[in-house]
């Protein structure tokens, strides 16, 4: 799908702000004023300084995401920015504070209207930019690492779609938290240097040559401890054939468009453990441990532990180009939507 610009007027009267607006699935998105909502009790509105992007809201503006969307709707599922107003009974966040926030639409616009819970404070050290990476790609990142596969320290990691903003979090936090080691994949020699730069041991091309020998040959034939997979078809066997006794496997996504089946046979010829991690979910089965994840990752960039990498800053204006630069698989690291 090629998506060009389109804008639409701003509208004159009450107080409005601008919005990136899916009218019609698979069209261009229309950048348009709204008119901003009145508070509910426990709502906060935060003026949003930037917005990430995520292929779920392309997903989600193709009508092809999990989680459904009738027209019209504003894509966005995390922001950082600062607070504006709090309405009543708001007591976590004061107007003037910084913040992140999470939403499963509305963020890619200049206000967002959230419940004060989905909402935590930037320290004073980290920038904005920095911030509106945290909840999806290290909030995935952490999940898998941490409460899904349990990584421990020495351990080594396999992470495929290295250079993509998940696969980056992953060997950041897997090597400056938890004192891991990082094979990462990648699909060119440019992807390769750059996972190499950020971290990263070892950096495989699966498209040039076998995953699983690369893999062996590193490893001294014993394998990964822990594989955190993101492209499906057969780079997930190459992957599952890669594990070391007792390895774990977490799927996060498939984004060479083919869904894998598991040969249980491989699971259980080495006691293999394949798992999930569904980054939005927890925020609905698993309150504080979603919360929990978005803490510990502000506190790691309060102490300087981690690094996020942005690989390209769009204006709200320029919202279809950067779905396209997604979309024609030119993005490394994290693409943000900047409202200033």
């Not at 193709?62 to 027209?71: F, N, R, S, T």
């Not at 980290?126 to 911030?131: P, Q, R, T, W």
């Not at 803490?295 to 102490?303: I, K, T």
Request: charged share 15%.
């Amino acid at each position: 799908m090629r998506l060009c610009i389109l804008r639409l007027p701003a509208q004159h009267g009450a107080r409005g702000y601008r919005a990136a607006l899916c009218t019609q699935l698979t069209q261009p998105l229309l950048v348009q004023d709204l008119p901003a909502p009145r508070l509910q009790p426990r709502q906060v509105r935060v003026r949003v300084h930037y917005s990430g992007l995520n292929f779920a809201d392309i997903l989600a503006c193709q009508g092809l995401y999990q989680e459904k969307h009738a027209p019209p709707f504003t894509p966005g599922m995390e922001f950082s920015g600062t607070v504006m107003e709090t309405g009543e009974n708001v007591s976590a966040v004061k107007e003037g504070h910084r913040v992140i926030g999470v939403t499963g639409i509305s963020a890619m616009a200049e206000e967002c209207v959230v419940d004060e819970k989905a909402l935590w404070q930037i320290p004073d050290n980290v920038s904005s930019e920095d911030a509106a990476v945290l909840p999806v790609a290290y909030g995935t990142a952490w999940l898998a690492l941490h409460h899904r596969a349990h990584l421990q320290p020495r351990e080594t990691v396999l992470v495929t779609a290295g250079a993509g903003a998940t696969g980056l979090a992953i060997i950041d936090l897997a090597v400056s938290v938890f004192q891991a080691k990082v094979i990462a994949a990648a699909g060119s020699d440019p992807k390769c240097q750059l996972v190499l730069a950020n971290g990263a041991s070892h950096a495989v091309n699966y498209s040039q040559n076998s995953l699983r020998e690369q893999v062996t040959a590193l490893t001294g034939g014993r394998g990964v401890d822990v594989a955190i997979e993101a492209v499906g078809g057969d780079i997930f066997k190459a992957v599952l054939q890669s594990l070391a006794w007792e390895g774990r496997i977490v799927v996060m996504g498939f984004a060479g468009g083919k869904i894998p089946s598991i040969p249980a046979n491989l699971l259980l010829l080495k006691n293999v453990s394949a798992m999930g991690v569904y980054w939005s979910r927890y925020q609905q089965e698993d309150f504080p441990l979603f919360s929990s994840a978005m803490s510990s990752l502000l506190q790691y960039g309060r102490e300087g532990k981690i690094r996020p990498y942005i690989g390209a800053v769009f204006k709200l204006e320029e919202v279809n180009e950067a779905f396209n630069h997604v979309l024609q698989r030119k993005s490394t690291g994290k693409v943000i939507i900047s409202m200033k």
